[in-house]
């Protein structure tokens, strides 16, 4: 059994990356198959509970305020129509429920009351709650762990020396101190990155690295590759091969061997064959539903052949943890 580490070298990342890419895969693959079910594939959606005017910059990213595109702003959703969603998820094979939210932070007000709701009403579907909203603070992530929240995404999206070249409206340590306060409130943590985006090898390196050196992995590691989008800075981005897929995901599961590898956005543009490839290189979670946020997605029919044609399963919701519980406030008499 591999051990898991919290004190990787730079070099030995890079020592795994760049080594041949069929060891590399065999590697990844007999790791995965001493952690995870090889035949489970966890299937999830992402529904953008509020859509554009984000004040940031992130140079990938269709929401943001000041680029334009063709994604329409709308304001938060009601409860409802997100707990309708949720359960036509649920209906349909997903077992973790993501809501995304286009801010920079979360803000104590009505909106985040209603988020609270929307959490709460998931979380007693049965399935796995996750929710994007930007930076949190300790008090925020403590409500939502109260409201029955799971997982927290907030991504590091690229190495810290690059960072600077996507973004420059947060900063890479007030990434890291949201996953602190997410991991302090005992919810699980789901962070990754993006590659396409002009980044080196050794930036790709250095990603995995902060992940594999936080004092817990995440349990969840989302793997994208960047779908360029018109009217952003990185609009004319060349496509990701599936071999530097493989690669990413590959030395991921190998360093981070209990983690979830979750194979996100850019599936839309691979075949069958190269989405095997990644389940075979440790991949074993994927979003469903025919959009990310605001970039496509596969359909609900591509979704069901692949699992047929490759014979994988729906991973079950709280495979390895317990459901959170919802705690109620006490109203004083």
């Not at 795994?16 to 952690?35: C, E, F, G, K, W």
């Not at 997100?82 to 995304?100: D, I, N, P, Q, W």
């Not at 007693?124 to 995404?153: I, P, W």
């Not at 609009?235 to 190998?254: C, F, K, L």
Request: with cysteine.
């Amino acid at each position: 059994m591999t051990d898991v580490r919290n004190d990787w070298t730079r070099e030995e990342i890079a020592a795994i990356y760049n080594s041949p890419v069929l060891d590399l895969i065999y590697r990844a693959a007999t790791v995965h198959r001493q952690h995870h079910d090889p035949q489970e594939v966890q299937v999830c959606t992402l529904l953008s509970v509020k859509t554009g005017g984000c004040p940031e910059d992130c140079a990938y990213c269709p929401q943001a305020a000041r680029y334009h595109t063709n994604v329409k702003v709308h304001k938060l959703m009601e409860v409802d129509e997100v707990l309708s969603a949720a359960h036509r998820a649920k209906e349909s094979g997903s077992t973790r429920f993501c809501m995304g939210a286009a801010w920079r932070e979360v803000r104590d007000n009505r909106d985040f009351d209603k988020v609270l709701d929307m959490v709460k009403g998931v979380n007693q579907m049965g399935l796995e709650v996750c929710c994007t909203l930007g930076m949190l603070t300790e008090s925020q992530a403590e409500k939502l762990k109260n409201a029955g929240l799971y997982a927290y995404n907030h991504n590091l999206d690229t190495s810290e020396e690059y960072y600077g070249d996507i973004i420059s409206t947060r900063t890479y340590d007030d990434r890291l101190d949201t996953l602190g306060h997410v991991r302090q409130a005992g919810i699980s943590v789901c962070s990754g990155g993006i590659i396409g985006m002009g980044e080196s090898h050794q930036d790709r390196i250095g990603m995995l690295y902060t992940l594999s050196n936080l004092p817990e992995h995440p349990e969840s590691v989302p793997v994208n590759a960047l779908v360029p989008v018109d009217g952003t800075p990185l609009e004319d981005q060349p496509r990701v091969s599936v071999w530097e897929m493989v690669r990413m995901i590959a030395t991921a599961r190998i360093i981070m061997p209990k983690a979830m590898v979750r194979l996100s956005a850019g599936r839309v543009r691979m075949s069958i064959e190269e989405q095997a490839l990644c389940f075979l290189a440790g991949a074993n979670s994927i979003f469903a539903g025919d959009k990310l946020l605001t970039t496509p997605n596969p359909e609900e029919d591509q979704d069901r052949q692949l699992f047929q044609t490759l014979n994988i399963r729906p991973r079950k919701a709280f495979k390895d943890a317990e459901q959170p519980s919802v705690v109620f406030e006490q109203i004083p008499l």
